[in-house]
């Protein structure tokens, strides 16, 4: 097995992770997923991801709640009970370990540091969407080597649509999860009836739901898009008293980058609502 293959088997794992985080997440089944035994699998999982399996999973869990709590505010208890923890002191506990402070602290600092900008965004129903994807993970503005494996397959693969906006997955908020550890998906779309030949590793079939999303237009460089995730999620969501999808937020490149100077790139941010 090359070490490819067997990232893109942890790979697996970690989306499993990602849609039961809420659920039992069981080593053995994590194991099996990845198809190594328990004794090995959390071997390779330290040394391939970083921390051990249960490591990630506290983290995640921690993590999101840290999103509910800066994006939605709400009663610590509920957002600790929503995210595996059976009290509310545990939590707190693990909440003050992980970021330094006490989750209403936390929450309340997020909602002191929001203001009354006004935010152009506006809701837009989107179609379900098939993608080839490349996984990279560290630091958002190092992403370039995911996209390079990404187009080195993709014009060769019939059915990919070049002639559409690139796109990316965003799974990790950077002032919540360490740099190093933000997941990030360079995605191109596929037609919908498109038969994919084998992939070769790294390159993984994706989908984004159809439904209605909350859009922003982010101008300029990548540099300052988090601006515009707190302007969307932060200001003129919370507005809106609708509920989000707990899905990756979607980048669409609308104007890509090298195609314009930096300063007239045009990138949409969109959420879907649930």
């Known amino acids: 097995m090359t070490h490819t293959t067997w990232a893109d088997r942890i790979l697996r794992v970690l989306d499993v992770i990602h849609t039961k985080l809420d659920g039992d997440l069981d080593p053995a089944a994590l194991a099996a997923t990845a198809g190594f035994s328990l004794h090995h699998f959390h071997r390779v999982f330290r040394g391939m991801v970083g921390e051990s399996v249960m490591q990630y999973i506290r983290r995640?869990?921690?993590?999101?709640?840290?999103f509910r709590l800066r994006h939605a505010g709400g009663e610590v208890s509920?957002?600790?009970?929503?995210?595996?923890?059976d009290s509310h002191e545990a939590f707190?506990?693990?909440?003050?370990?992980?970021?330094?402070?006490?989750?209403r602290e936390y929450r309340d600092q997020q909602r002191a540091a929001s203001d009354d900008a006004m935010v152009s965004a506006a809701?837009?129903?989107?179609?379900?969407?098939?993608?080839?994807?490349?996984?990279?993970?560290?630091?958002?503005?190092?992403c370039a080597p995911a996209w390079e494996q990404l187009m080195r397959v993709a014009v060769g693969v019939p059915g990919v649509r070049l002639d559409r906006p690139t796109l990316g997955l965003v799974y990790d908020d950077p002032e919540i999860t360490a740099?190093?550890?933000?997941?990030?998906?360079?995605?191109?779309?596929?037609?919908?009836?498109?038969?994919?030949?084998?992939?070769?590793?790294?390159?993984?079939?994706?989908?984004i739901a159809g439904g209605t999303y909350a859009v922003?237009?982010?101008a300029g460089a990548y540099d300052t898009i988090l601006d515009s995730y707190v302007a969307l999620l932060g200001r003129w969501l919370p507005r809106q008293g609708w509920d989000l999808a707990d899905e990756p937020v979607v980048e669409r490149y609308v104007v890509p980058f090298g195609s314009v100077p930096p300063d007239e790139l045009r990138t949409e941010v969109c959420v879907r609502l649930a």
């Open 78 to 85: 509920a957002t600790a009970f929503a995210h595996g923890y």
């Open 179 to 207: 740099p190093e550890r933000c997941r990030y998906d360079a995605a191109v779309e596929l037609e919908a009836s498109t038969v994919l030949p084998t992939l070769p590793p790294g390159m993984v079939e994706r989908s």
């Open 123 to 142: 809701r837009r129903v989107e179609p379900p969407r098939r993608l080839l994807t490349c996984r990279f993970t560290g630091p958002y503005d190092a």
């Open 60 to 66: 995640q869990r921690l993590e999101r709640a840290a």
């Open 216 to 218: 922003l237009v982010h």
């Open 92 to 103: 707190t506990r693990a909440f003050r370990a992980h970021f330094g402070v006490p989750p």
